[in-house]
């Protein structure tokens, strides 16, 4: 009977010895950083709690800096007005370990704001020479010149090769030489400029995010443009 139950140990042993063996075990990812920028039409003061710990407020028309999130698991966003509640619920994103987000809060506090055109920062190497800038069009109402606009410089160099309709980001990053950069957003098909960011520093190793939001909304044509 002893013998009997001595293989039995040794069975039972041998068995959560395998099981440990089998098991995988992932790495804790590092933590992602968030920046939020707000393009809402009326919301003066975006409030934006985190996972539920970390808050920080955004002004109309700017981005925050960048704040830390937990990766690897969904994380919960709420965004606030003078401490109600905005959207239906809670708003939950995954990502990634060391990833760099930018989120864009666009909407009317009276009836919806959300996040759109989500976009993922990237850090250059040291011994880059150029810089890089993405576009981000976040501005919604009526043109009267259509609804679609491009990127140029006051010599009519169009920046990206796209055009524009709202909520568009351009699908690649270009690089441009160290310098400093006049920018125009410029109506389609026409010699309409819309509006004008002067005296841009673009440094080597950078990457910068130019996006349009509404000025004074509902006005038409009243788009205002930033660059962070």
Same mark, same amino acid.
């Given at each position: 009977?002893?013998?009997?139950?001595?293989?039995?140990?040794?069975?039972?042993?041998?068995?959560?010895?395998?099981?440990?063996?089998?098991?995988?075990?992932?790495?804790?990812? %590092?933590?992602? %950083?968030?920046?939020?920028?707000?393009?809402?039409?009326? =919301?003066?003061?975006?409030?934006?709690?985190?996972?539920?710990?970390?808050?920080?407020? =955004?002004?109309?028309?700017?981005?925050?800096?960048?704040?830390?999130?937990?990766?690897?698991?969904?994380?919960?966003?709420?965004?606030?007005? %003078?401490?109600?509640?905005?959207?239906?619920?809670?708003?939950?994103? +995954?990502?990634?370990?060391?990833?760099?987000?930018?989120?864009?809060?666009?909407?009317?506090?009276?009836?919806?704001?959300?996040?759109?055109?989500?976009?993922?920062?990237?850090?250059?190497?040291?011994?880059?020479?150029?810089?890089?800038?993405?576009?981000?069009?976040?501005?919604?109402?009526?043109?009267?010149?259509?609804?679609?606009?491009?990127?140029?410089?006051?010599?009519?160099?169009?920046?990206?090769?796209?055009?524009?309709? !709202?909520?568009?980001?351009?699908?690649?990053?270009?690089?441009?030489? !160290?310098?400093?950069?006049?920018?125009?957003?410029?109506?389609?098909?026409? +010699?309409?400029?819309?509006?004008?960011?002067?005296?841009?520093?673009?440094?080597?190793?950078?990457?910068?995010?130019?996006?349009?939001?509404?000025?004074?909304?509902?006005?038409?044509? %009243?788009?205002?443009?930033?660059?962070?």
């Amino acid at each position: 009977m002893r013998f009997s139950c001595l293989i039995l140990l040794a069975l039972v042993t041998s068995i959560l010895s395998s099981c440990d063996e089998d098991v995988l075990t992932f790495p804790e990812p %590092s933590p992602a %950083s968030v920046r939020v920028v707000n393009v809402t039409r009326d =919301v003066v003061s975006l409030g934006v709690l985190v996972d539920g710990t970390t808050s920080f407020d =955004v002004a109309r028309g700017e981005a925050s800096g960048y704040v830390p999130s937990p990766a690897g698991r969904a994380v919960s966003f709420v965004l606030l007005d %003078s401490g109600r509640s905005l959207r239906r619920d809670t708003l939950f994103y +995954t990502l990634g370990g060391s990833a760099r987000v930018i989120l864009f809060a666009k909407g009317t506090k009276t009836n919806l704001v959300e996040f759109r055109s989500a976009v993922q920062d990237t850090v250059l190497p040291t011994s880059e020479t150029r810089g890089f800038v993405k576009f981000v069009h976040m501005a919604e109402y009526e043109l009267t010149d259509g609804e679609f606009v491009e990127v140029v410089t006051p010599d009519g160099t169009k920046v990206f090769p796209e055009v524009f309709l !709202p909520g568009i980001a351009s699908p690649s990053w270009v690089a441009l030489e !160290p310098g400093t950069y006049t920018f125009q957003i410029r109506a389609y098909g026409t +010699t309409d400029i819309l509006t004008t960011l002067s005296n841009v520093s673009i440094s080597a190793g950078s990457t910068r995010i130019l996006y349009t939001f509404d000025a004074a909304p509902p006005v038409p044509d %009243s788009l205002a443009l930033s660059i962070f």
